[in-house]
């Protein structure tokens, strides 16, 4: 990029400065990763809009990193009068890391239902969101043998923050979905019905819970998302799984949410799911195919 377009990027965009960072953390912006150096200040020519910053930070030799922390954030220009100014001069240019504008369709697409208003609905009290403060959720949740594990791992890492006796609420105000329909004065028919399509559950829950605004919903699924793939929140993860669950098991509804689903997040409701299933995840489900005698 030649100087000009580049000074031209730096005028137009966001200067994020992170004063006083320790060196070797490893910091993330959206998609984006960095080491810190020795001369590290912050994040330039970062394009107006929501943006999710990240970091884990190492232990003295280096040899261990603290679970991850992060947070969102609406940037606007010179919101920091101290500051504007001498970013406004280049004093911090020399110190700032650019911005990888070639990945911003990547973190666009993911947070295109992020707005200002679902970032403060959703997040904690102070903000940040860490596997580390979500110990005391992990024994209300319903375990499976590997998140008993995993739960155990979490009480014995010595980086986790010890709860106080009566802990001040910390995690992300999620909306609440049921696993299934109840219903009482129908039969085990029709109830079966429902949960084997969940559509009226979705639009009670959009109705009760999101103002009937899919946008909303749409908004925690982003946010849900970014929080688990980038903040390693395990509150996300089980939000997003939730939330996921209840749209695919909704036919009607996934008939009318078709194109949205698809030309939001990529979804591709036409293809059965063994076509989504990578096959070279070693993780991935078996699924084998059943003949009529079956």
Not at 130 to 159: G, H, V
Not at 179 to 203: F, G, M, P, Y
Request: aromatic share 10%.
């Amino acid at each position: 990029m030649d100087p000009e377009a580049a000074t031209e990027l730096a005028r137009k965009g966001v200067t994020l400065l992170l004063l006083d960072v320790p060196q070797h953390t490893i910091l993330g912006l959206d998609t984006q990763v960095f080491s810190v150096g020795p001369r590290f200040k912050g994040i330039k020519m970062v394009p107006p809009g929501p943006h999710f910053v990240y970091y884990c930070s190492p232990s003295r030799h280096r040899s261990e990193f603290a679970p991850t922390a992060g947070f969102f954030l609406t940037a606007h220009p010179s919101e920091e009068i101290r500051y504007s100014e001498a970013v406004k001069r280049f004093e911090f240019d020399d110190h700032l890391g650019p911005y990888n504008l070639d990945t911003f369709g990547d973190w666009k697409q993911l947070s295109s239902y992020l707005s200002q208003s679902v970032i403060e609905r959703l997040e904690p009290i102070g903000g940040e969101i860490t596997i580390a403060l979500e110990t005391s959720w992990m024994d209300r949740a319903p375990q499976t043998d590997m998140e008993r594990r995993l739960m155990e791992q979490l009480r014995e890492d010595k980086f986790a923050k010890i709860s106080p006796a009566q802990p001040e609420r910390r995690g992300c105000y999620y909306t609440t979905i049921p696993a299934s329909v109840k219903h009482k004065n129908i039969s085990a028919n029709e109830l079966t019905l429902l949960n084997l399509d969940r559509t009226s559950l979705l639009e009670s829950v959009l109705a009760k819970s999101y103002q009937d605004q899919e946008d909303l919903l749409l908004g925690e699924l982003q946010f849900s998302f970014i929080a688990f793939m980038m903040g390693q929140s395990l509150e996300a993860f089980m939000q997003w799984k939730a939330l996921v669950s209840l749209l695919l098991s909704c036919s009607e509804a996934a008939r009318k949410l078709k194109t949205l689903l698809e030309t939001t997040f990529g979804w591709d409701l036409e293809n059965s799911a063994a076509n989504l299933i990578d096959e070279d995840d070693e993780f991935a489900p078996v699924i084998v195919e059943m003949d009529g005698s079956s």
